[in-house]
Every structure is written in structure tokens, then in C-alpha cells.
């Protein structure tokens, strides 16, 4: 069975500094995805990540994927408030060999940044 | 908005009923995907549904069923209720059966308050 941890679960932050998520999964994959979830909001999509060694990057958030080590992170530069919320990593793995792919969550780490 | 509709928003109903989620996903996506998210599982898979047929179970009870209908929209019927299934439901679409190249939409949820 496909596990994701996520850490930390928790998050406060200084506004301005920088700090970074992890997540690991435990069998191999080579599909990772970070969601942003407001308080009672859906999940809005900020990282899809293919490849080994994949890199993107979206204004203060950088995400990367080492399908080796079986570990992703969401870097946060300079946080700012508006970054306030819980991220999740997902890992999409086949279920069913040449079949359907089944997405799977990590706990999600909840950030808060502080003025 | 993402493209995905769900209705209703809300939903309160009393332990025993049946109700009917619905989700339409966004134009030009196959597969339908149902989540449940609560506090204490988190973001658990249900089922997924692509071109009308059912591709992938993951925890989903046997009180629950769902089905894709001709024109896509998806339907998530939760019957004999409890208290423990008030939870967020939330659709996602993808375009392809085997998973999100493109990543995952999600709809807004709809939030279930079994009292």
C-alpha cells in the first residue's frame, strides 16, 4: 500500500524567511502533485511534477521531485501572508498493472505565516 | 472557477437518508474522480469513472455507489448515513484514463453534515 508523509504538519513562518516541506512515499512513482488548500476551499493545482529530478518553480514556491530517494519538496522563499494555507503532495500511481492510475494525499502541511 | 462543478454546495440531512452528489467535469475530461476529505482520514480516493465506466475502487463503502452518466457528469449516491461521513466530497477531471499528465481539476466540494 502506497503511504505519503508529509512533514511538518504544522508551519508557522515568519513573514520574509524561507523554509521548505517535505514529502516522502514509500514505492515508486514517477508522478508528484502539490495542491494549495484555503480553509473550506477546493484544492487548486500548483505543481505537476513527471520526471526524475524535475524542477518548477511559481513566484516564491519551488517544488522538485527525486524519484530515487522517493522524495519531493515545496521550497517557500521569502514567505509572504498571502501564502497562508495547507499544501498537499500527491503521488499517482497504477493500481492495476497497465491500468487505472490511483492519485494518493499526503496529510497536508499547514502554513501559517506571521507579520 | 476550475471547470468542475459540483452541487449541491451544502447539504445537512439526518443519520439513515440518501443523498445524491453531483459533479460535472470540466469540457473536454473523460475521467471523474470522488474524494472525501475529513479530519480524520483526510483525503481518502472513492472511485473513478472514465467515458461512462467504473476504472478504480479505492476505499469506498459499500453504502456508497456512483456512476458516470452519457454526457459525463457523475453522480455519487451516499445512502444509509451516519454521522461519521459528514465530510467534504470533492470531483476532480482529468482528461486521460490513466492518470493526470496534465494534473487533476478539483470542484469546489460539497460540504455533507449528517446530524
Known amino acids: 500500500e502506497l503511504k505519503v508523509e508529509q512533514n511538518p504538519l504544522f508551519l508557522s513562518m515568519q513573514e520574509g524567511k524561507n523554509y521548505t516541506i517535505y514529502c516522502n512515499y514509500s514505492t515508486t512513482s514517477d508522478r508528484l502533485y502539490w495542491y494549495r488548500q484555503d480553509p473550506g476551499k477546493s484544492l487548486e493545482s500548483l505543481f505537476v511534477l513527471l520526471s526524475n529530478g524535475a524542477v518548477k518553480q511559481e513566484g516564491r514556491l519551488m517544488a522538485s521531485l527525486d524519484t530515487k530517494a522517493r522524495l519531493s519538496t515545496l521550497h517557500i522563499t521569502a514567505a509572504v501572508h498571502d501564502l497562508s494555507a495547507t499544501y498537499f503532495c500527491a503521488v499517482n500511481r497504477r493500481i492495476i498493472s497497465g491500468s487505472a492510475r490511483q492519485l494518493t494525499f499526503g496529510s497536508g502541511t499547514q502554513l501559517t505565516v506571521l507579520p | 472557477d476550475s471547470g468542475v462543478t459540483q452541487t449541491p454546495k451544502h447539504l445537512i440531512t439526518a443519520t439513515g437518508q440518501r443523498v445524491t452528489l453531483r459533479c460535472s467535469p470540466r469540457?473536454?475530461?473523460?475521467?471523474v474522480y470522488w474524494y472525501q476529505q475529513s479530519l480524520d482520514q483526510g483525503l481518502q480516493f472513492l472511485i473513478q469513472y472514465y467515458n461512462g465506466e467504473e476504472r478504480a475502487k479505492g476505499n469506498i463503502l459499500e453504502r456508497f455507489s456512483a456512476q458516470q452518466f452519457p454526457d459525463l457528469h457523475s453522480e455519487l449516491n451516499l445512502s444509509s448515513l451516519e454521522l461519521g461521513d459528514s465530510a467534504l466530497y470533492f470531483c476532480a477531471s482529468s482528461v486521460g484514463r490513466k492518470g493526470g499528465l496534465n494534473g487533476y481539476t478539483f470542484g469546489s466540494g460539497t460540504r455533507l453534515t449528517v446530524v
Open positions: 469540457s473536454g475530461d473523460l475521467s
